[in-house]
């Protein structure tokens, strides 16, 4: 009897022990494939960053397709995770327009969108029928007073709602943690847009800098006022220069002058970072605008050739036409009648890789969606000493017009020859990193400076894309459409995020590409074959088991009626 009072004793305390020991110690074991619940030390950063309490409402609930209930479920399981790390996370998942009165729901949509929630209407397939529903596909976070929308159905050209599920899902974490990042960080960056070569109007990329701005500071900056006003000294305006993280020039149309081209050698040379996104070729779709509806695309002097040479890179003005490419919409009908079509245009390429297969242009353009270039010429990499990544090259069939050439519109609808596509992979946008040497080395320099710099940091880095376009979105009645959308034709591209993709790089903000490349798998259920094999599925499920459980006890009554008989 003792005995058994100290083995009941030894066991209630072991039960205690586990108990306290499972309460301080806390371990959860992500054993997926594709460890899709494990949560990157990148956003375990942010999530420690944050001090104040995080509420997150996802408006993932109520009726819903199987897609959005799978995606409802991974984004449950994933905020699951943030709130193992982050004790003061709540999350909760609702319907917006539950129960709400027409009225009510248009007042209610009106609101969500004002904070970035827009609506979209998805398809319920039940037993044949298929009717449609609103959804709101997206999450807010609220922290410290601000509310940041999360937008978790990803826009991919061309796919399939499940495809577009899957390919949200991928990019879960990385929505949660850019939105976080936004909540809760401060700016400590500035990128300078350079406004004084003639470069695309705000309105023209106001997607492009409305992305960046909500991660950095932008500023507008301008050096060739310098040639007109000498109250200002060269060595005034390198000085605010050298604060800036980034310096962009989006399609400068202007040639550079000595003393803008000094000056920005110069900040290169003390680690700066440049992004040139350069038209080499004088073409615009206006151009066409005509009776003979044709063009004479010309080279473009911007009087860079030389300081890009300099650093390992050289623009050439050859006019490309590619096999891949994207359509050009073009109106037909007249009056009321007329609509856009979209056709065939090989002076739009479009490219999301190239044959680089280093780490550093993987890191750039994994997971990306094609990239549109419009009448773009193509960059040579030079032998310098300096590392160079090609980040978007041509495809496989290429050809380059020699300048002076004729585009028209009557090549339309016209068989194209391959045998004319004799080029492969010529580089559309490389990264140039390392230590330059100035362009102005045993130069005479153009206007004076404290000190003069021959010899780069080894920090420095270019990005030069051979088209200025890459920066721009559509205009609609006076509104910056989403960099890479084109309104006519419908299509989305990856403009956008490869440029952010780049930026991110250039101010070493790797984290959020690293969320963003992230691979995940997810198996959806085929709804026809679903359809097709119902009363399986349900046999196996509901009847199988009841005749199995059946069996087993026909088998165990006849067994003991046989021992017992």
């Known amino acids: 009897m003792k005995k058994t009072y100290t083995g009941i004793i030894v066991i209630i ?13 806390f371990e959860r074991f992500d054993l997926t494939k594709d460890s899709r619940y ?21 408006f993932l609930d109520g009726e819903l397709p199987g897609e959005f209930r799978k995606l409802k479920l991974e984004t449950g399981q994933f905020l699951e995770e943030l709130a193992a790390i982050h004790p003061n996370l709540k999350y909760d998942f609702l319907n917006p327009i539950e129960d709400a009165s027409p009225q009510e729901i248009e007042q209610i949509t009106a609101q969500l969108a004002n904070n970035g929630v827009k609506g979209a209407v998805a398809t319920i397939q039940e037993g044949g029928k298929s ?12 922290y410290d007073g601000k509310t940041t929308a999360v937008p978790l159905l990803k826009t991919v050209a061309r796919a399939t709602t499940e495809e577009r599920v899957n390919s949200s899902i991928q990019q879960l974490e990385y929505q949660f943690a850019d939105g976080l990042r936004k909540a809760s960080l401060e700016k400590t960056k500035t990128v300078a847009f350079l406004r004084d070569s003639n470069s695309l109007p705000d309105v023209q990329m106001g997607s492009f800098i409305t992305s960046i701005n909500e991660y950095y500071n932008t500023r507008r900056f301008g050096i060739e006022f310098l040639n007109t006003n000498d109250t200002i000294q060269p060595q005034e305006v390198l000085d605010v220069l050298n604060k800036f993280e980034l310096v962009i020039d989006p399609k400068p149309t202007a040639p550079y002058s000595e003393t803008k081209k000094y000056l920005m050698d110069q900040y290169l040379m003390q680690g700066g970072k440049l ?14 605008a005509n009776e003979e509806r044709k063009a004479y695309p010309l080279p473009r002097k911007l009087n860079l050739d030389e300081m890009l040479f300099k650093y390992g890179l050289r623009l050439n003005n050859g006019l490309v036409k590619d096999m891949n490419h994207a359509p050009i919409a073009l109106a037909t009908g007249q009056g009321r009648n007329t609509q856009y079509e979209a056709f065939a245009w090989p002076y739009f390429p479009i490219s999301k890789s190239s044959q680089d297969t280093s780490a550093t242009a993987q890191f750039i353009t994994k997971n990306l969606e094609d990239v549109k270039f419009e ?5 040579d990499t030079l032998k310098n000493g300096v590392k160079k990544t090609i980040l978007l090259s041509t495809s496989q069939k290429t050809q380059v017009m020699t300048l002076p050439a004729v585009v028209s519109f009557n090549e339309i609808g016209q068989e194209i020859n391959p045998d004319f596509y004799n080029k492969s992979n010529l580089p559309l946008a490389v990264l140039a990193e390392g230590s330059f040497t100035s362009a102005y080395k045993n130069r005479v320099k153009p206007v004076n400076l404290k000190s003069n710099i021959d010899q780069g940091k080894n920090s420095a880095a270019i990005v030069l894309i051979a088209d200025g376009d890459v920066l721009k979105n559509q205009v609609l009645k006076g509104e910056a459409q989403d960099l890479g959308f084109d309104i006519r034709t419908g299509q989305l591209y990856g403009n956008k995020e490869f440029l952010m993709n780049t930026v991110n790089y250039l101010l070493d903000d790797t984290g959020l590409i690293k969320l963003r490349n992230k691979n995940i798998q997810v198996p959806f259920l085929d709804s026809k074959k679903i359809t097709d094999e119902k009363f399986k599925w349900q046999f196996i499920n509901v009847v199988l088991p009841l005749l199995l459980v059946a069996g087993f006890g026909f088998v165990f009554m006849w067994l003991r009626k046989k021992k017992y008989a």
């Open 13 to 25: 305390i072991a039960l205690i022990l586990i108990n306290y020991g499972s309460s301080k110690i």
């Open 38 to 58: 494990t949560v990157s030390e990148e956003t375990e950063n942010l999530l420690k960053q944050a001090y104040q309490p995080i509420v997150i409402d996802v």
């Open 131 to 142: 009717s449609n529903v609103t959804i709101f596909p997206y999450a807010l976070i609220l």
């Open 275 to 288: 992004l040139l996104a350069v038209d080499p070729i004088v073409m615009e779709n206006d151009s066409l």
């Open 375 to 379: 009448y773009t010429g193509t960059i």
